[in-house]
C-alpha cells in the first residue's frame, strides 16, 4: 500500500530538458506518477496517438508512505529444494541491500539474474505446477539489474513470463531501489 499525497503527474522525456530522473520531489508535491509506454518511458497524451500505455510509475520520496501488505522474512536456505508449503523465487544480484521479512513456512529460493531463476523453475517445473494450482508460488524481483537486463530487468522477466503459458499467471512483484 502506498500513500501517494499530493502527487505530480510527470509526462516528459526522462532524459530531455526537465527531465525528474533521478531528482528529488518536486517542491510541493509528496510523490510523482507517470504512465509509462512498453520501454519505460513515458507516455504522453497526445491526440492521435498510435502508441498504448504499457504501465504506471509511482515514485515514492519518504519511506514513511508505504504500508506493507506483507512481512516476509528472508533466511538464507543454501540449497534450492522444495518443500512443502508457499515458495517464492527473490531475484536481486545484491539481496544484502534488501531487507525481507517472511513467515517461517514460507521458503526463499534467491537467485541474482532471471536466467539462474528461469533454470531453477525449468529444473522444478513439475512441482511447481502443483504450487501455482494450490495459488502458494510468488516471483519477487528488483526492476533494476545492471548485468542482467539493466533498467528493465524484471519488466523483462515478467514479459518471458507471460509468453510461456505455464508461468503466466504466476504472481510477481517488482520493486525499485
Not at 35 to 47: A, S, Y
Request: glycine share 6%; charged share 25%; net charge negative.
Amino acid at each position: 500500500w502506498v500513500l501517494m499525497g499530493k502527487t505530480y503527474f510527470a509526462n516528459h522525456q526522462p532524459f530531455g530538458p526537465g527531465t525528474l530522473h533521478a531528482k528529488p520531489c518536486m517542491p510541493g508535491y509528496d510523490s510523482h506518477y507517470v504512465v509509462t509506454q512498453k520501454d519505460g518511458r513515458p507516455f504522453n497524451i497526445e491526440p492521435n496517438q498510435q502508441i498504448e500505455p504499457y504501465g504506471d510509475e509511482i515514485v515514492i520520496f519518504n519511506s514513511d508512505q508505504v504500508l506493507p501488505r506483507y512481512l516476509i522474512y528472508y533466511h538464507p536456505l543454501g540449497v534450492h529444494n522444495l518443500k512443502e508449503g508457499p515458495h517464492v523465487i527473490w531475484i536481486d544480484p545484491k539481496p544484502q541491500t534488501t531487507q525481507l521479512s517472511i513467515e517461517e513456512s514460507v521458503q526463499i529460493h534467491q537467485f541474482d539474474t532471471s536466467g539462474h531463476a528461469f533454470h531453477w523453475m525449468l529444473k522444478h517445473e513439475k512441482e511447481l505446477m502443483e504450487k501455482i494450482k494450490q495459488n502458494i508460488f510468488r516471483i519477487i524481483t528488483c526492476r533494476f539489474r545492471e548485468n542482467d537486463g539493466g533498467e528493465t530487468a524484471g519488466e523483462q522477466f515478467c514479459d518471458r513470463l507471460k509468453l510461456d503459458e505455464r508461468w503466466k499467471n504466476v504472481p510477481v512483484m517488482i520493486y525499485c531501489l
